[in-house]
């Protein structure tokens, strides 16, 4: 029972990262981004990574994501090294186990809602007829059923976020990666984002981790991470925290 017990607990691991340190430039002058970083995040989950500018946030962010690898240390994406892939096998992975959501959005300006969705699923291999039924279906899934031919510039910022959301969800990833997702959004359209991501969890068991400082993401959210000068300064489930307008537990954000 107890070697089963471990076999679950090493499942329900999505991404591992290991005494992961990343630096950048050399002798005098070199940046220790990531400084000895080791972290589980668990299948399912909604993480959201918080750190002042430079603390390393992003770096970790774009590690958990395989876009950029390690200076040394390891990362394990569903129990594969990300650093034993080729080129070929790192694209595959990002375009089918990761979905990602970026604060300026990042779709196509010329092509409609419903051709922005289906491009990473040409990519991945299936036929246009396909990837235009799976696209419509997404597109109704988070909102946008009534929007699939518009362009962007027919959107408004909710809208054209949850294309991007959408875009993300185009190759059944197991994880999503957002990084500050509500940030270009009104405080409305913000909470909808969020509600939309956390029921996204719910009801497909996506791994969502997000990049922010909107205290409502926090209050959703299963772990936060602080990170600081490249390493985590503190990780704390949401239940154990005391989370109001201005600070955390008497702590200034």
């Given amino acids: 029972m107890a070697t089963e017990a471990v076999k679950q607990a090493v499942r329900d691991i999505v991404i591992r990262a290991i005494g992961v340190k990343r630096y950048y430039g050399q002798g005098d002058t070199v940046t220790k981004a990531l400084d000895g970083v080791t972290l589980d995040v668990y299948r399912g989950e909604y993480m959201s990574i918080m ?20 200076t040394e240390g390891m990362v394990f994406i569903d129990e594969i090294d990300v650093a034993q892939l080729d080129s070929y096998e790192l694209a595959w992975m990002r ?16 092509l409609t809602a419903m051709e922005n969705v289906m491009l990473p699923m040409v990519f991945a291999g299936l036929t ?52 500050e997702p509500t940030a270009n959004l009104d405080v409305d359209t913000g909470r909808e984002m969020i509600e939309l991501l956390v029921e996204l969890k719910r009801t497909d068991g ?32 949401r239940k154990n925290l005391n989370i109001r307008v201005g600070g955390i537990d008497g702590r200034k954000l």
């Avoid at 899934?141 to 969800?169: C, D, T, W």
């Fill in 128 to 179: 246009p007829d396909d990837a235009r039924d799976k696209a419509a279906g997404i597109l109704t899934k988070v909102g946008l059923g009534n929007r699939i031919f518009h362009r962007p510039y027919e959107m408004s910022g909710g809208q054209q976020q949850r294309v991007a959301v959408a875009r993300a969800l185009a190759n059944d990833p197991a994880i999503i990666l957002a990084d």
């Fill in 206 to 237: 996506i791994t969502v981790i997000s990049a922010t400082h909107d205290m409502k993401m926090l209050d959703v959210s299963d772990r936060i991470l602080w990170i600081r000068d490249g390493r985590i300064d503190r990780l704390e489930e």
């Fill in 51 to 70: 750190g002042p500018s430079g603390s390393g946030k992003s770096t970790l962010f774009n590690m958990m994501g395989g876009i950029d690898a390690p």
């Fill in 95 to 110: 375009c089918h186990k990761i979905g990602y959501i970026f604060q300026s959005y990042n779709i196509l300006p010329v």
